[in-house]
C-alpha cells in the first residue's frame, strides 16, 4: 500500500507554504477565474464558486498521488503550488511542479520562493531524485519562476500537452538533486532561447 504524503508547513522569508482551508476556496476562484490561468493553465472554463469548494476540499487532503500547498503572503492567499509523484522508487523518486499565483500577488517573486521551499521538501524529506517542471511553450513567467531555482533551460517538445483537447507544444525541464539551485545562465541569455523556441514553434500555447 502507497502511503499518503503529509502536507508540511513550509517557511520561506516572505512566504509561508501550508495547506489549503474553506478561507481559501473565494481567492481560488478569484484565480481560476483569471484570464491568465485560463490561458496557460488547463483549468475548466466554466468554473463555479462550488467548483472551487470542491477543489479546495480535495487537494487540502493528504493524498498519494500529490502534495497541494496553498501559499501565503502577508496573511493572504496568494497562490498553489502542487508536488505530483511522476513514478520512481528505491532513492529514484520524481515530482512534477504545478502552480499559479492568485493574479494580485503576481510578478513579486511568490512563485520563484515557492517553487525553491517544493524542491528543498522534494530532495530533502522525500528524498526524490528528480523535479520536474513543463509549460506550454511560451509561459515565459512561470519558467522565470524556476529558472531562478536552478532549472536548466527547456526543451521544446511538439505536441507534449493537451491544452483543452489540443496537443500543445510543451517546454520541459528537469531540475536533479545536487544541481546547482541557482540559474544556469543570465535571465537575458534565456529569454533569447525561449523566444527562439516560441519563434520555431508549430503550436505554441
Ligand atoms: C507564472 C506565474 C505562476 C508566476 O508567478 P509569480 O508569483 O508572478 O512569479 P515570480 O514573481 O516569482 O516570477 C515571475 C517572473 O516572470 C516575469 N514574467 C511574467 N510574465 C512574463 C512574460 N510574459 N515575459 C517575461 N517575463 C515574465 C515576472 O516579471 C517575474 O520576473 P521578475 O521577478 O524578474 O520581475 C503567474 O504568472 C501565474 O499564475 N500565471 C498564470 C498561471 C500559470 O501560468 N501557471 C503556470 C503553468 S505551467
Redesign the pocket.
Known amino acids: 500500500m502507497t502511503a499518503t504524503l503529509a502536507i508540511p508547513t513550509l517557511h520561506g522569508p516572505t512566504v509561508t507554504l501550508r495547506p489549503h482551508t474553506a478561507a481559501d476556496i473565494e481567492p481560488v476562484l478569484e484565480?481560476a477565474v483569471?484570464a491568465?490561468?485560463r490561458?496557460?493553465?488547463v483549468v475548466p472554463l466554466e468554473y463555479t464558486r462550488e467548483m472551487a469548494r470542491e477543489y479546495v476540499e480535495e487537494i487540502s487532503r493528504e493524498r498519494e498521488s500529490e502534495v497541494s500547498w496553498a501559499i501565503e503572503r502577508e496573511g493572504r492567499y496568494?497562490?498553489t503550488i502542487d508536488l505530483r509523484v511522476r513514478g520512481g522508487a528505491q532513492g529514484h523518486g520524481a515530482g512534477g511542479?504545478?502552480?499559479?499565483?492568485?493574479?494580485d500577488?503576481?510578478?513579486?517573486?511568490?512563485?520563484?520562493?515557492?517553487?525553491g521551499l517544493v524542491v528543498d521538501h522534494a530532495f530533502g524529506h522525500l528524498g526524490y531524485e528528480l523535479v520536474q517542471?513543463?509549460?506550454?511553450v511560451?509561459?515565459?513567467?512561470?519558467?522565470?519562476?524556476v529558472w531562478?531555482n536552478g532549472f536548466p533551460l527547456p526543451v521544446a517538445v511538439p505536441a507534449l500537452l493537451d491544452h483543452r483537447g489540443v496537443m500543445t507544444d510543451g517546454w520541459h525541464s528537469t531540475l536533479w538533486r545536487g544541481d546547482p539551485r541557482e540559474p544556469v545562465v543570465p535571465?537575458d541569455d534565456a529569454?533569447a532561447v525561449l523566444r527562439r523556441q516560441v519563434s520555431a514553434a508549430r503550436r505554441p500555447g
Open positions: 484565480r483569471d491568465a490561468c490561458r496557460w493553465t496568494a497562490g511542479l504545478g502552480f499559479a499565483t492568485h493574479q500577488a503576481r510578478g513579486r517573486g511568490v512563485m520563484s520562493e515557492a517553487v517542471w513543463e509549460a506550454n511560451g509561459n515565459y513567467g512561470s519558467y522565470k519562476a531562478r535571465w529569454y
